[in-house]
């Protein structure tokens, strides 16, 4: 995959179910942060991971897409998709209910030298991993990733309200 093409090459990959084409642009040791699961790692993990939803999600609708790299290929990306879900079969463990939805997902993609390093998903409307907690799976909490920049901390602060 060309560099102006590894968001849109990842979304392709994962909406057809063709994970070996992420084998050109996704690091052997990828680590993995997701609702469903925190510091996760390993290509392999990765495509594992993404057959679960794609056996879950019947269609996968890209809504947005952004790719910043540096003359290196280095940068961020991200692609924003709509998982649209039935479940019919095991999912993870959990028994099929029936149950339908849509998820709106974002992957935040880290980028090193035209390979994706690291992955960060946001489930931005919660109501997969609501469904999921529902059901007993196992939801990351207090997860504190790497931050670009470290806020200010605000507590003991005049006028702060906590």
Known sequence: MSDSSITRGVYEAFQRVEFDRWDAVIADDVLINSPAGYGLQGLATLKEFAAQFTDLGYRIDLVDEHLALDDQGTGRGFITFVL????????????????????????????????????????????????????????PHNVRPEPLVVGVDRRGAVGAGG
């Open 84 to 139: 649209h879900w039935k479940h019919t079969k095991d999912f993870g463990g959990l028994a099929p209910t029936g149950r339908e939805g849509t998820s709106v997902e974002t992957m935040l993609l880290t980028i090193v030298e035209n390979q994706i390093v690291r992955i960060d998903v946001a489930d931005n409307t919660l109501d997969l991993a609501l469904y999921e907690s529902e059901r007993g799976w196992p939801i």
